[in-house]
Each structure stands twice: as structure tokens, then as C-alpha cells.
């Protein structure tokens, strides 16, 4: 489904508009025109990522013309499918350095999966497939596609090595944001090892200085503009000292 000239929403679950398996992640591709990437490749169940390659034909756009898979954070609905995605397709694997050497393990115990197959958030016999990483990213490094300029801000508090991405050079600035903040200034708390109030507040301060007009997040509601609102609600709650209302 194309958003704008830049950016489609190939695939999403139940916390998303159905275009993929049930627990997929908000699915991203951009687009520059000469060069594609895929933004978290979500879950990886048995045959959901052939939906995700089906939902970027019927779209136009060619999947082996994708260049770049770049990861937010290391929780199963957005990486599950990455070893998937790296095996089928021509692509450079990007994630944070911090989270890189889990991904590449396939960590179950530090990306909580084991808490989350307890919680029967998924399913007990799901495993994640151990993933390469090509590229470690820190803050201020910045990823090309085509014209589009993606810049990496580290954004812990969802969990630790969790990335977001202002995204320039496009019809708008968009920040690519993950689980760092939703529609109305939610977030996510789950009661996981690295889920932590003090740094959600600290990255939500870091990105309040930088304007955008697109909140594209990783599940519900995107904001194709005026999504900078939402943020400032997450922000204007940790200045109370409180914490900004949860999402689950
Ligand atoms: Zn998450």
C-alpha cells in the first residue's frame, strides 16, 4: 500500500491493517526511485513473508531491487523474518551495534522472547532464526537510499539498542520511529528486562528538538503529517514526571 512517493506499508498484523501475518510488525519499503529498502521485516511465521513480497509486487515495485534491510530493535515482530529476508533477497543487513551480536545468536532470552512465549504473546514453538548483521549503527550515522538520507538516533527505553530514523530528501521529513512513541503520545511498557522509564523519557527529549512532519511507527495509527503532536504528548508527559499512557 503506498503512503506517499517514498514510502509503502507492505505488511502489518493485527496491530497494524492486515496485510501480513497476524504478529508482522508495520512493514516498511522506501522507495528514492533508484534504490529500495525494507524497514523490519516482521515476524517471520511460516509463509508471511511470501505475503510481504507479494504485498511489494502488487505494489509495482520489484523486491529484488531492494538493497538495504535495516532493523529498529530486536523484538521477534520486527526481526523474526530477517534471516528470511537476508536468505531471499540482495540485501545489507543494518541494525545497532548494541543489538547486532543478539541478533546475529538469535537470542531468545535477550530480545525476550522468553518472557513473551510465557505471556503467550507468541507461540511456544516459535524460535528465532539467528540473522548476519553487515552494518552496526550508532547515533549520527547515516544511511543512504538513493536521495533519501536516513539519519540514526538511538532511542533505549522500549528496550535497550532500540533505533529511530529521520528520514530526509523525500516529498516530507518523516521520523521512522518504530515502538518509540504512537498516535496520541502512547508507548509501549512491558514488564521485560530493558524496558526502561528513564531512558524512554531521555530519548523522546533528544527527538523533540528535531522537526518532522511523518510519525511512521511500527504498529496502529501513521501520521503522514502533524505527527510531531504526538511526540510532544509523550514529551509533555515525562516533563510532569509522569509517564505518557501504554499502548497495550
Ligand atoms: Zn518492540
Redesign the pocket.
Known sequence: MQLTSDLHVVGGGYFGFGLSGHLD?HVYVLNSGSELALIDPGMGMPGDFDTILDNISADGLDPLKLRKLILT?Y?C??IGAAAEAQRRLDVEVYASAFAAPFIRAGDEKAVALDVAKAANFYPAEYTLPPCPVDVELAEGDSIAVGNLQLETFETPG??DG?LSFLMRGGDRVYLLG??LVFWGGKV?WQNIHDCRIDAYADSMFKLENQDFDALIP?HLQISLSGGKAHLDAACAAFRQLGIPPNLL
Open positions: 510488525c530493535h523484538h515482530d520486527h522500549h528496550c532500540h518504530a515502538d509501549v511500527g
